[in-house]
């Protein structure tokens, strides 16, 4: 009972193929009718006639379609794999031109989070591109970094900048100025899908500007005090004079003598200085000769002790043993009576 079951069940399986087998034939025949030449059917070919002959072109022509549909399939997936290899070779190229950009480059989508971050941003903000894409600006730079800033301006506002010089804050950031654009990032349609932030690392330009300003300020400080070294020295030559007339008078006082010639020479020590500050900035070239370095001390000394009358010393500098150096008397007893000062 069970064979027969199994057989009636596969007759009728058979039966209901070559059912549709026909019913595909006649349509095919009615399609073929109207259209020549459909599924590249010879149009000299007699439409066959018999049972047999109508099975066989029908499995013939179906045959033909499957091919047909397969090298269609063949086809598209060729074109797929064509269009996958231009976005992938365009993708590695927009990389490379990314990569090898001076300036550093920043994209955020429309949830403001960052989705490129290039290797000049690397070494500009001392961030590593992997710990900050997918991450907001303030999440990856903070809140007060002016790169935050301005972009929640462009998104909010719409106000976008243009070679702005701003300072950065953040960890590592310590004067770090960039000059950076900000400027809408739109898809092929024109449609806004971001922001996109370029920048330039102008830290060393800013210090040279800065530098050159210093330089100018220094310049001009220069001329101010040539001006007032020259007052100094005219002063300075005007009571050498009455110094000099004084000592004539007092030719019988041996210790006013004494201070006269004390005040003679802080006066040319004094001359010799605003020479100095006159030619400042160019190479100082010491007056060299031998000196008695217990004479150069004695003499710093007693303008140090004149200068601080309150203060006892107790002085031995009698040093019969010391030779001679060969140096500048001036500038070696400015010397010591700066260092006998500062004591």
């Not at 960039?178 to 102008?202: A, E, H, M, N, R």
Request: proline fraction near 2%; charged fraction near 25%.
């Amino acid at each position: 009972m069970v064979h027969r079951d199994e057989s009636m069940t596969l007759v009728a399986f058979i039966l209901g193929i070559m059912g549709a087998g026909v019913a595909l034939y006649f349509i095919l025949r009615a399609v073929l009718t109207t259209r020549k030449g459909l599924l590249s059917v010879d149009e000299t070919k007699d439409i066959p006639t018999t049972k047999k002959e109508n099975v066989e072109f029908v499995i013939d022509t179906f045959s033909t379609l499957i091919n047909k549909l397969k090298e269609k399939e063949e086809e598209l997936e060729r074109l797929r794999s064509h269009a996958e290899n231009r976005a992938s070779v365009a993708e590695i190229y927009n990389e490379d031109i990314l990569r090898s950009v001076g300036s550093g480059v920043i994209t955020f989508n429309m949830d403001r989070k960052i989705t490129t971050f290039n290797h000049a941003a690397e070494r500009i903000l001392k961030k590593r591109r992997g710990d900050v894409l997918g991450l907001s600006c303030v999440g990856a730079f903070g809140p007060d970094n002016t790169l935050c800033i301005l972009l929640e301006e462009a998104f909010s506002s719409g106000r976008f900048k243009s070679r702005q010089e701003v300072e950065l804050q953040g960890k590592g950031l310590t004067n770090t100025w960039v000059g950076l654009s900000t400027s809408p990032l739109k898809d092929k349609d024109g449609k806004q899908i971001g922001i996109i932030i370029v920048f330039t690392d102008l830290t060393e330009i800013r210090m040279l500007r800065e530098q050159g300003e210093l330089k100018k300020r220094l310049a001009m400080l220069g001329e101010m005090s040539g001006g007032i070294a020259h007052e100094f020295r005219n002063s300075m030559g005007t009571i050498l004079g009455f110094v000099k007339i004084l000592s004539k008078s007092l030719k019988e006082d041996e210790s006013a003598r004494e201070v006269i010639s004390t005040i003679i020479t802080e006066i040319n020590s004094m001359d010799l200085i605003i020479k100095e500050l006159l030619n400042y900035g160019k190479p100082i070239a010491p007056s060299l000769a031998h000196v008695d370095l217990n004479g150069i001390v004695r003499k710093a000394l007693d303008i140090t002790i004149s200068n601080s009358p309150d203060i006892k010393l107790d002085i031995d500098i009698n040093a019969p043993d010391l030779v001679p150096v060969y140096a500048d008397e001036v500038l070696l007893r400015q010397a010591l009576q700066n260092i006998f000062q500062n004591a």
